[in-house]
Structure formats: structure tokens, C-alpha cells
């Protein structure tokens, strides 16, 4: 967490956000990315974005912005998508692609080392909430861990993707080892299931990460202008509650390490292949 920074000086919360095109093109919305961006070299990670996912864009608004939260939003209809542009409450979860961690895998591209989280607006405090993988690894214990490192686990196409594009996944690993980082994991509660063909073991080992993930308590985070949260996406998860006030407004960016390797098709802005 970096704390302790300016903030925009901007007005006070609006009693409704603008549009999320308005909101892209505003003055402190490049402000505050571009400080997430500078942010996120300290820590010797670029931010890049990949082209299956926000429309290619670097800068991603996380907001209510399609319904689900606990007040209605315009035009709200019955069938809400499951992503951070909705107001439904996500599980602990690490961001897609989910076929590989570190480096790439045939077409794929690893998912995103990091992601870089500050806020525009958060009127009631709702916090950001942090799952670190490494104690829930030690009490499953090697076995478990071992069986989650086999390529039996299934994963179902985010909503969030650009349509036509991006897909779901079949008989990949939850877990894998990395000479640098260590145990590293792909993992989202709403998306990940074992496959029906899974042996028992593999299937025992994801119903105690599933029952031990359920009952950590998480480090939370109330994020504002005045502080950002790199988080690593290699060895923690992180989830929210459903939104409360619909103008909690987040400013997001993906990074990638040093040593995890993308497939670019653009170098400058860094753009990645997807999956």
C-alpha cells in the first residue's frame, strides 16, 4: 500500500456518476492512472492491458455501472453481468486469463502479475479485501497442494471479456511452481470448478482450498485518492461485497514482472494476447 498522497483537489461527490465514457476521458481520472502507472515501476512492473478484455485499454473504471449493487442503477435489468463494471458483490479471486501464471502457454498469455487499485470516489468506505495464498496452502498441506498443481480444474468465460472474443478453459492446473516466486495461483470462486473426471483426491483437495478460502478472514482495504494498493496477483486473491453506493469509483491497471512472458502484439503501449 502506498499512502499518504495528494489527492485531485477535484469537487465533491457528485450525487450520480457521469458516463463511463466521461469518466475515461476526465482530467483526474489520467491523473490518477497515470500515478498508478509510476506506482507500479517502483515496484519494476509495467502496466499493460491485454486485447480480449476492456476494449484493449490500458485504464480500466471499476464501478456500478450495469446494476447488481444495492441501489438500482438506469436501466437496470433483471440479468446482470458478473464483472467489476457491475455492482454485484465478486468472490476471492485472482484476474484472467487463467490458463498459465508466469509465462505463456502456446497462444496464451500469463495472467497479470499485478493489478494497481486507487479510488476517484468512496463515499462509504467499501473496502477492497486481500486473501493471501500462502497460509491457505500451508493449511491444506502438501498433498492437497500437489493435487491442485494437476490439470483437472475447468473455468467458465468472464462477462467482462469483448465480445466474440476470449474464451472458457478446460483441464488446466489451479496451482504451480515457480522458481522465483513459488506456489502461484489461478483461481476464481465464481468461475473455477473440478472436473467431473477428476480423480478423488484432486477433487478432496479443491473442496478443502474452496472451505479454507471461505473461512479466512481477510486483510481489508478502504482505498481513496490519498492511497493506492499494488496487489500481486500471482500469490493472492482478492474480493468485495456488493456495492452499497453506487458512485464508489476505482481506478484500475494491470502489471506485468520482469519475468512473466506475455505474447505483445503492441509494444508501445503494451498490449497482450489474451485467451
Not at 196 to 203: G, N
Request: with cysteine; aromatic share 8%; net charge negative.
Amino acid at each position: 500500500m502506498f499512502d499518504g498522497l495528494l489527492d485531485s483537489h477535484i469537487q465533491d461527490v457528485p450525487k450520480e456518476l457521469p458516463s463511463l465514457s466521461e469518466l475515461e476521458a476526465s482530467e483526474v481520472t489520467l491523473h490518477l492512472a497515470s500515478r498508478s502507472q509510476i506506482l507500479l515501476k517502483l515496484v519494476e512492473h509495467n502496466a499493460f492491458a491485454y486485447d480480449f478484455d476492456n476494449g484493449g485499454k490500458i485504464v480500466r473504471l471499476v464501478g456500478n455501472f450495469k446494476g447488481g449493487g444495492i441501489q438500482k442503477v438506469r436501466e437496470e435489468t433483471n440479468v446482470v453481468e458478473l464483472s467489476s463494471h457491475s455492482g454485484l458483490a465478486l468472490g476471492p479471486h485472482t484476474e484472467a486469463p487463467y490458463w498459465c501464471s508466469v509465462r505463456s502457454d502456446g497462444v496464451h498469455s500469463p495472467a497479470p502479475s499485478s493489478l494497481i487499485l486507487t479510488a476517484i470516489f468512496n463515499p462509504k468506505e467499501e473496502p477492497t479485501s486481500i486473501i493471501p495464498i500462502k497460509p491457505i496452502l500451508e493449511k491444506i498441506g502438501s498433498v492437497n497442494t500437489l493435487a491442485l498443481t494437476t490439470k483437472h480444474f475447468n473455468f467458465s468465460r468472464s462477462d467482462s471479456f469483448v465480445a466474440g472474443v476470449g474464451e472458457a478453459g478446460k483441464n488446466v492446473s489451479m496451482v504451480e511452481f515457480d522458481e522465483h516466486l513459488g506456489f502461484v495461483i489461478r483461481y476464481n470462486a465464481y468461475r473455477f470448478s473440478v472436473s467431473d473426471h477428476a480423480p478423488y483426491a484432486v477433487k478432496k483437495a479443491f473442496e478443502a482450498f474452496t472451505s479454507e478460502v471461505a473461512n479466512f478472514r481477510p486483510t481489508t482495504y478502504n482505498l481513496s485518492q490519498n492511497n493506492v494498493l499494488v496487489i500481486n496477483n500471482d500469490i493472492a486473491l482478492h474480493c468485495r461485497d456488493i456495492i452499497k453506493d453506487n458512485r464508489r469509483l476505482l481506478v484500475r491497471l494491470f502489471g506485468s514482472s520482469r519475468s512473466a512472458k506475455m505474447l505483445t502484439t503492441n509494444p508501445d503501449p503494451i498490449i497482450a494476447t489474451g485467451g
